[in-house]
């Protein structure tokens, strides 16, 4: 398979994202990218037959045949072989060195924030798309809450309230708003998936809520945020996160803000107990 050396550093956030990987990571990066373009290639070659999606039982069936468990968080395993160590962080660490030692390449992130600000969204809506799939690297189950909370104490509230819910507006499509609903999520969570009923109850609120736009532009901005040739950096948005971001003195994990031991954890996933 012939791959396209330039486009594969771009997907990981280019050649500064790429020097900080250790040889391991960027072989496991290799792999998963080389998995998914196959998956494409075979799927143009297969011209217009109609996608075959799994129901929900058969990915239920999927379960004990995996090392691993879907939910788990970026930093706590690797699907595809050891773990790599991770660089150490700053005595009073800020939000742009997670960024940098934790969260890189944040591709997806940077890509949706810069989207949002090309398309002239409110600084509180780039900076939920900025932060709204970071805590993937601690958990993936319920990540709007997990990862509202998780920011919640820096952020505005329209920013927590918009990560916060971004995860119940993804399942419901939103023509008027150029949201629709993504063949991936059938390939994810089976074609006959019906969301639980948190997420219905959290859904029939949002259609009321005087904040509704904001975690449904994060919706937006995220369906259109995995162009694998898209070059991206954090730099551009260094003034929102200076206006909107409350980064503690003492540096995040260290402040005993309600939040502090999950950055503890993001930043030490390695620790025993």
Not at 45 to 60: D, R
Not at 192 to 217: Q, T
Not at 235 to 251: A, L, N, V, W
Request: proline share 7%.
């Amino acid at each position: 398979m012939e791959v396209d050396r330039r486009a594969f550093i771009a997907s990981l956030g280019g050649t500064a994202a790429v020097s900080l990987m250790g040889s391991e990571a960027k072989a496991d990066a290799l792999e998963h990218w080389m998995e998914e373009h196959l998956d494409e290639q075979v799927a143009a070659t297969q011209g217009t037959a109609p996608q075959k999606f799994p129901t929900v039982a058969e990915l239920e069936a999927q379960i004990e045949t995996r090392n691993f468990r879907r939910g788990t968080g970026g930093l706590f395993a690797s699907n595809r072989g050891n773990v790599t160590k991770l660089p150490p962080m700053p005595k009073n660490p800020t939000i742009q060195d997670f960024f940098r030692l934790r969260f890189a390449p944040a591709n997806h992130v940077l890509q949706s924030a810069t989207r949002a600000l090309k398309t002239g969204m409110s600084e509180e809506v780039i900076l939920a798309c900025l932060l709204h799939d970071c805590v993937l690297n601690l958990i993936k189950p319920d990540h709007g809450w997990w990862g509202a909370q998780l920011f919640e104490p820096y952020i505005p509230e329209k920013s927590a309230f918009a990560i916060r819910y971004h995860q119940t507006l993804r399942f419901y499509a939103d023509s008027d708003a150029g949201y629709e609903y993504p063949d991936q999520y059938y390939r994810i969570f089976g074609e006959d998936y019906k969301p639980p009923a948190h997420i219905e109850a959290a859904y029939k609120m949002l259609r009321n809520h005087k904040w509704y736009m904001e975690p449904r532009l994060v919706t937006v901005n995220d369906l259109y945020a995995f162009d694998p040739k898209a070059v991206v950096s954090i730099d551009p948005f260094q003034d929102i996160i200076g206006r909107h971001f409350k980064s503690p003195k003492e540096g995040l994990g260290n402040d005993n803000s309600p939040s502090a031991h999950m950055w503890r954890t993001i930043a030490n996933p390695d620790q025993p107990l």
